[in-house]
């Protein structure tokens, strides 16, 4: 949530690439389920995947959700690395 930008104010700009986390941390989130939209299993699928972001949400809070281009599913920040 806002990890250096602060709350509602986008990690990852829209159109900038950015890589999924690697498949052991993908798995401890889905495991953790504390977030909002939590992932689905075949997102797991999509470990270090490199892909532009789509568009951004915020929900109540910060918790920032981000849509990839070409990547289902949504994806929250704490998922996605700089690339």
Do not use: S
Not at 57 to 74: A, K, M, Q, S, W
């Amino acid at each position: 949530m806002g990890k250096t930008k602060g709350l509602n104010k986008a990690e990852f700009e829209v159109g900038c690439e950015v890589r999924i986390a690697d498949r052991a941390f993908l798995d401890k989130f889905l495991e953790a389920g504390q977030y909002h939209n939590e992932l689905e299993t075949e997102q797991l699928d999509y470990a270090d995947r490199v892909a532009k972001v789509q568009a951004v949400t915020f929900f109540h809070g910060g918790d920032e959700i981000y849509t990839l281009e070409g990547i289902p599913g949504v994806w929250h920040e704490e998922c996605l690395r700089a690339v």
